[in-house]
Nanobody, 124 residues
């Protein structure tokens, strides 16, 4: 079992920055693949960024603005969000997958563990 706890969300003005953190505990050997998703009301959960070992992937909507990183020793996942836009407003979820794949999964059903989410609200 893996427990994921997100933090760092909040209210920020458009153009501002936030850094999200995800602390993993439990069987952290099952967090070889980790990612960030977001979900706005009435919308499907959307892939934001993922990391597998040192390979990284991110959605087109956040390329150049968001950066995913991981501290493997502290078992903490980060998402640095810069140049935030109102359309970035959503609940952001940390996710982990226990089984290795050849590429970073971008589908929510491919992940096994989820945090409770942290709200990010971008005002204009």
């Amino acid at each position: 079992q893996v427990q994921l706890v997100e933090s760092g969300g909040g209210l920020v003005q458009a153009g501002g920055s936030l850094r999200l953190s995800c602390a993993a505990s439990g069987r952290t050997d099952s967090t070889y693949i980790m990612g960030w998703f977001r979900q706005a009301p009435g919308k499907e959960r959307e892939f934001v960024a993922g990391i597998m070992w040192i390979d990284k992937d991110c959605s087109d909507s956040v390329k150049g603005r968001f950066t995913i990183s991981k501290d493997s020793i502290e078992n903490t996942l980060y998402l640095q969000m810069n140049s935030l836009k109102s359309e970035d407003t959503a609940v952001y979820y940390c996710a982990a997958r226990g089984l290795r794949t050849r590429s970073t999964p971008i589908r929510a059903p491919d992940y096994d563990y989820w945090g409770q989410g942290t709200q990010v609200t971008v005002s204009s």
